[in-house]
């Protein structure tokens, strides 16, 4: 019914930008929560940024001051903005949303496919 599709990844020195997008399509009445996560090879899943509604943002304390996260409810697309990129920020990452496809349903979590971001020394 919704699909997440991330774009923006890739291979990038260490010091270097990406911008990472996350696109959602389908059945859409409203998006609660938007965030980002990343898995790095043999480690769990982290939140890395979430974003409500209106607007509200929380990180995860090691990207705190290089990574901004942003939406467009009108495009119901949620964007990360990566600066100062580290090696140890080397993962694939994922987008998450809350979306509820009726005024009057239920909320469901949706995951898009993830993109790998690797950052080199």
């Known amino acids: 019914q919704v699909q997440l599709v991330e774009s923006g990844g890739g291979p990038v020195q260490a010091g270097g930008s990406l911008r990472l997008s996350c696109a959602a399509s389908g059945l859409i009445f409203s998006i609660n929560v938007m965030c980002w996560y990343r898995q790095a090879p043999g480690k769990q899943r982290e939140l890395v940024a979430a974003?409500?509604?209106?607007?509200?943002?929380n990180y995860v304390d090691s990207v705190k001051g290089r990574f901004t996260i942003s939406r467009d409810n009108d495009k119901n697309t949620v964007y990360l903005q990566m600066n100062s990129l580290k090696p140890e920020d080397t993962a694939v990452y994922f987008c998450y949303a809350e979306v509820m496809s009726t005024g009057w349903g239920s909320q469901y979590a949706y995951w898009g496919q993830g993109t790998q971001v690797t950052v080199s020394s």
């Open positions: 974003i409500t509604s209106g607007g509200s943002t």
